[in-house]
């Protein structure tokens, strides 16, 4: 089983709509939690980090539920910049090595 | 900016010959890892480095071997390339955020084995 998994996509969405991606991770012992953007050919890098408390950053949000182990992103009014592949991220603990990926999903807002 | 650079960005080699990827990055952050990116695999750890000459392996070691003689440098070294490590390879470093530590990674180095 995979530690970390993402629905693959693609998702096409119009320009201006709500997009929502989730990601499961399957080690309750994970702490940390974080959304990356890949664009084409380049490397991820970091959107944001996810809290319980859910935190939000201009029209993104993220969420944790630990209970059910998902987290979840939400792209309100998206515009086409945000055409990118989007992984979930998730860190066991607190040695250095533990990262774990998701697949990527990939998301196409379209004009 | 995470302070990563990786070269060669791009190269092209004939399959059995060797080949090395250089990592460097500027901030003395401990963790160096290497990664691979592959359609349908995401990415995969190779190896990684918790410090001057502490290596270890990651999931998809076989064939690759490291060496960190510096904090600043981490190098990955196909033995004898075959096409199956045609990828694009990824160093990151490990580094602070809030209260814990996230991963930053460089540009990437696209190889080509032929």
């Known amino acids: 089983r995979k530690e970390v998994e993402q629905d693959p996509g693609p998702f096409n969405v119009p320009e201006g709509a709500t997009v929502a991606f989730n990601c499961t991770y399957s080690n309750s012992a994970s702490q940390s939690f974080f959304w990356y953007r890949q664009d084409c050919r380049k490397e991820p890098k970091l959107l944001m980090s996810v809290y319980s408390s859910g935190n939000e950053d201009g029209r993104f949000t993220a969420q944790l539920n630990r209970a059910s182990q998902y987290i979840s992103l939400l792209i309100r009014d998206s515009k086409l910049s945000d055409s990118a592949t989007y992984l979930c991220?998730?860190?066991?603990?607190?040695?250095?090595?533990?990262?774990?990926f998701g697949t990527g999903t990939s998301l196409t807002v379209i004009p | 900016d995470a302070g990563i650079t990786q070269s060669p960005r791009h190269k092209v080699t004939e399959t059995g010959t060797p080949v090395t990827l250089r990592c460097h990055q500027t901030?003395?952050?401990?963790?160096m890892y290497w990664y691979r990116q592959d359609p349908g695999h995401g990415l995969r750890l190779i190896h990684y480095?918790?410090?001057?000459?502490?290596?270890d392996k990651g999931e998809v070691s076989d064939g690759y071997s490291v060496s960190r003689s510096k904090t600043e440098d981490f190098l990955l070294t196909l033995e004898s390339a075959t096409s199956s490590q045609t990828s694009v390879y990824f160093c990151?470093?490990?580094?602070?955020?809030?209260?814990?530590?996230?991963?930053?990674f460089g540009e990437g180095s696209w190889l080509t084995v032929v």
């Open positions: 901030e003395n952050h401990r963790y």
């Open positions: 991220v998730v860190k066991l603990g607190n040695t250095g090595n533990q990262f774990y």
């Open positions: 990151a470093i490990s580094a602070p955020i809030n209260s814990g530590n996230t991963i930053y």
């Open positions: 480095s918790y410090g001057v000459k502490d290596t």
